[in-house]
């Protein structure tokens, strides 16, 4: 395994209790970051410092559609450390598998919310911090489907291409800062995303990847502990694909 250097750094994943973002969070803590984990589940969060097993991981019970709690934690945790240095926008569902004409408009809503409007405030209020400190990492984590469109899965396709065109508008905005915003757009890999979405949309996402295999969260882990790295000094405002040869663009 290759190790980037993040020691001393000061991390915040959200959703990093399971998952992508529990995968994120190890890689972290080998690289030597302060990681807190902010998540609405507290069980799968104790259950998750546990597992990695470190004194440099700590956790939150955040909620990131909430605007006022995330600058509330933000701010506790510049108290408590001084500084935040890396922000990885993870938290996410999937919402219904159906069609755009029965989608029920409370479920858009709630998928686009957390999705997409989440990602919004974290990164309003965490931007602050990092002009401050002169230094920062945001990592926006989209989906192949917002470049592609998944039918019957229109909200988070659409949340996810909002995503996209977030993190290029914010790291164009602070491209001549030392702060770097970028995203990736993974395939579909076996986390518990997978119980929201019915057999059918699953196979039907198996279907479109060259590679025939869905992603492994240890290499979406890796790429963002990258993208989140000060050796990662130049790229911004940049999508980075991990669709084993499904994105055509």
């Not at 998540?39 to 410092?49: L, N, S």
């Not at 996410?92 to 405030?121: C, D, H, Q, R």
């Amino acid at each position: 395994m290759i190790k980037f250097n993040l020691t001393n750094r000061v991390a915040i994943v959200t959703g990093g209790a399971q998952g992508f973002g529990l995968a994120i969070t190890e890689r972290f803590i080998q690289s030597g970051a302060k990681v807190i984990i902010w998540d609405i589940d507290e069980d799968a969060a104790k259950k998750a410092i546990a597992k990695v097993g470190s004194e440099n991981l700590n956790y939150q019970i955040v909620d990131v559609s909430n605007f006022e709690n995330i600058n509330k934690s933000l701010k506790e945790i510049e108290n408590q450390h001084g500084k935040i240095d890396i922000f990885v926008n993870n938290a996410g569902i999937a919402g219904m598998n159906t069609t755009v004409a029965e989608y029920p408009v409370e479920e858009w809503n709630k998928v686009i919310n957390l999705n997409l409007n989440s990602v919004f405030y974290c990164c309003k209020a965490v931007v602050p911090f990092m002009i401050k400190n002169d230094y920062g990492r945001i990592v926006n984590i989209a989906s192949i489907a917002g470049k592609e469109g998944n039918p019957n899965a229109s909200a988070y396709s659409t949340s996810k291409a909002g995503v996209i065109g977030l993190t290029k508008s914010l790291g164009k905005e602070l491209a001549l800062k030392n702060i770097a915003v970028n995203c990736v757009t993974p395939a579909a890999a076996k986390t518990r995303i997978f119980d929201q979405m019915t057999e059918e949309h699953i196979n039907y996402m198996l279907s479109k990847i060259p590679r025939n295999r869905f992603a492994k969260v240890d290499e979406l882990a890796s790429l963002v502990t990258w993208l989140s790295s000060e050796e990662n000094s130049f790229s911004t405002s940049a999508v980075f694909d991990l669709s084993g040869g499904r994105a055509t663009y």
